[in-house]
């Protein structure tokens, strides 16, 4: 089944304390992106990967990092977090950032 | 501004009847959109997607494209209590790097 997987699905950490979550596709995707969900807000892009080895920044990425070291795994790393990253978080693949992209379930992460 | 913009709603429409959901763009460079829906707490799936000018009809749902105006439209007929969720509007970046997504509008089907 072609899927992406996110995980943990639900966090609830303090203020600095670092944390990964981790997204895995399995259908062979060389676009990767990860999104934030705010109320009133949409999603919004944080960082994106066209390959391996190839990310860059979107449209809100202060306060996160990635990596994209295999083609199936695109973790995010909030190194210092705070509580205004408190939010819903997607990860998504898809072909390229043309075609459907595909979700995962998303992880509530709240920063107390 | 925001590139993709839609009125929040709610959008409350009887069952059965027409929903009608707008969404204009600000890149004149975007060549591809796509509209999710997303019931609350869940991912966004996809409903359609549209690259040309004109309709695109897939069941209840018709999608409309008016590159010259800027402006994507998703007409649900027959709507029913299940169609009510969040409704996404989305275009890819004139540089085809990035899917830029609106802030969606509120649907809600009465029955």
């Known amino acids: 089944e072609a899927q992406v997987t996110q995980n943990p699905r639900y966090l609830i950490t303090v203020t600095g304390k670092k944390l990964t979550v981790t997204c895995s596709q399995n259908m062979n995707h060389e676009y990767m992106s990860w999104y934030r969900q705010d109320p009133g807000l949409g999603l919004r892009q944080i960082y994106y990967?066209?390959?391996?080895?190839?990310?860059d920044k979107g449209d809100v990425p202060e306060g996160y990092k990635v990596s994209r070291k295999e083609k199936r795994n695109f973790p995010l790393i909030l190194e210092s977090p705070s509580p205004n990253q408190t939010s819903l978080y997607f990860c998504?693949?898809?072909?390229?950032?043309?075609?459907?992209?595909?979700f995962g379930e998303g992880s509530w992460l709240t920063v107390v | 501004q925001k590139e993709v913009e839609q009125n929040s709603g709610p959008l409350s429409v009887p069952e059965g009847a027409i929903a009608s959901l707008n969404c204009t763009y600000s890149d004149r460079g975007s060549q591809s959109f796509f509209w999710y829906r997303q019931y609350s707490g869940k991912s966004p799936e996809l409903i359609m997607s549209?690259?040309?000018?004109g309709d695109k009809e897939d069941g209840r749902f018709t999608a409309q494209l008016n590159k010259a105006s800027q402006y994507v439209s998703l007409l649900i007929r027959d709507s029913q209590p299940s169609d009510s969720a969040t409704y996404l509007c989305?275009?890819?970046?004139?540089?085809?790097?990035?899917?830029?997504f609106g802030a969606g509008t509120i649907l809600r089907v009465k029955s």
């Open positions: 998504a693949s898809s072909w390229d950032s043309g075609n459907t992209i595909y």
């Open positions: 990967s066209m390959n391996v080895e190839v990310t």
């Open positions: 549209i690259y040309s000018n």
């Open positions: 989305a275009g890819v970046s004139e540089y085809g790097n990035k899917l830029v």
